[in-house]
Structure formats: C-alpha cells, structure tokens
Nanobody, 128 residues
Framework: QVKLVESGGGSVQAGGSLRLSCAVS????????MKWFRQAPGKEREGVAT????????SYDDSVKGRFTISQDNAENTVYLQMNSLEPEDTAMYYC?????????????????????WGQGTQVTVSS
C-alpha cells in the first residue's frame, strides 16, 4: 500500500523559511516523478516543484523559482521542499504526489490528474 505523509507546514512571517517533508512508503518503482502541489482557498491546485527521482532533475513553477528547492533523501524515502523568502501568496495547503515516469515523458509534463498517489497535505500560512 502506497502512503505519502507530509509534514513541516506552519505559520511564518513574510521572508521566512519552511522545509516540508514527504515520507513515502510502499512505492517500489525507482523511476518515479515526485511533485509538490499547493492549493489556496478558491483556487485550483497548482504544481510548484517536480523531481525525477531516477535522474535527479528538478523543475519549478515560475512563481517559486529561485526560492524553493526540491530534493530527496533516498535512504529515508523522503522528498523535501525547502521554501525560502516566503510570501503571503505562498499561503496554501501543500501536497506531495508520486507516479511512475513513462519512457520519454519528463516529470514536469504531468499535471495533477496524472498522479495517483497523494498525501493528506500540510498547511503553510505566510503573514505580511
């Protein structure tokens, strides 16, 4: 059974930092795409950072580029999202998701409906 558990959310002031964690269990495929999404009230879920766990390449939405970093700890089966220089616009519920990477398809090409496994989410609130 695949299980993803996020942690690390909280409330910070603008300019602060948080590190989100996504602990993955039960997913045995090494060629996977891990993605962090976020959803603010009244808005659609959007992808912010993607990681190809096989090749290690990462990609970011323009809104977080240069401020967020996605990384993995293979020994711990955990993916992280380091968030620096947080802005009030970053306030949202953050979710991690995983899926198998099809041959020839880059991880950043997959949108939310393509992911079959999700965590429960962790809330990030940034005050001005």
């Amino acid at each position: 059974q695949v299980k993803l558990v996020e942690s690390g959310g909280g409330s910070v002031q603008a300019g602060g930092s948080l590190r989100l964690s996504c602990a993955v269990s039960g997913y045995l495929r090494s060629n996977a795409c891990m993605k962090w999404f976020r959803q603010a009230p009244g808005k659609e879920r959007e992808g912010v950072a993607t990681l190809d766990t096989g090749g290690g390449s990462a990609s970011y939405d323009d809104s977080v580029k240069g401020r967020f970093t996605i990384s993995q700890d293979n020994a711990e089966n955990t993916v992280y999202l380091q968030m620096n220089s947080l802005e009030p616009e970053d306030t949202a519920m953050y979710y991690c998701a995983v899926r198998y990477r099809d041959f020839g398809v880059p991880c950043y090409a997959y949108q939310a409906p393509a992911f079959g496994y999700w965590g429960q989410g962790t809330q990030v609130t940034v005050s001005s």
